[in-house]
Each structure stands twice: as C-alpha cells, then as structure tokens.
C-alpha cells in the first residue's frame, strides 16, 4: 500500500477511520448518489479505466483552513479526501469567502 513518506503514522490513523475511503459527502458539489451520499473513490483502487490508482489525502475537514493550520489539526479535526473532492470543496470555499463582503468596508454604501 502507497503512504505519504512525511507523517505517515498520522495519515494511517485517518485512513483507518476513514476506512481508506474518500469521506467526501458533498461538499465538492457531487451528491455521490451512486455511494449513498459518500464518495466512492478508496485509497490505492482505480477510480476508472482510464486513470491511475487513488492516493487519499489526509487533510482538515474544512478545507477552507489555510494549510499552515491544517498542518497543526488534531486527528479528529481530519478527514480522507480524494484529490478531486478536496480540490472542488476547495475550490467552492474560496469562491463563498471571495464573494462575502469586506467587514472593513463597514456600511459604505448602505442608504
């Protein structure tokens, strides 16, 4: 089986929770229908004929979090994610923060 050279032990404690299964649920905009609403995709299996083998990422459950923090996450503060899940739930983060106001602004142009 494939493990991260750096951090390993760590990673294998999440995968084992995790059941070395993407525990994605949504949040990168596929409802996962086909997996009951959890991705599908398990470490070191094929996701389709025509790609290589899965490498699950051990990563915080919110991806939103920069990755000098998500480096100090606790275990129970990570999740299993497949590259495609945590890039879209990514992704979809940062669009929702680029689209809230600036606090600094305060009411500027509030009538």
Not at 14 to 31: D, E, K, L, S
Not at 66 to 73: E, H, V
Request: proline fraction near 9%.
């Amino acid at each position: 089986m494939a493990e991260p050279i750096v951090g390993a032990a760590l990673w294998r404690r999440v995968m084992a929770a995790a059941g070395y299964r993407c525990q994605c649920a949504g949040q990168c905009g596929n409802p996962h229908t086909k997996g009951e609403g959890r991705c599908l995709k398990e470490h070191d299996k094929y996701a389709s004929r025509h790609s290589g083998p899965v490498r699950l990422l051990a990563a915080a459950a919110d991806p939103a979090t920069p990755p000098r923090a998500a480096a100090l996450l606790p275990v129970a503060d990570l999740r299993a994610w497949c590259p495609t899940c945590f890039d879209a739930t990514r992704r979809a983060a940062q669009r929702l923060t680029r689209a809230a106001p600036d606090p600094a602004q305060g009411g500027l142009f509030d009538l």
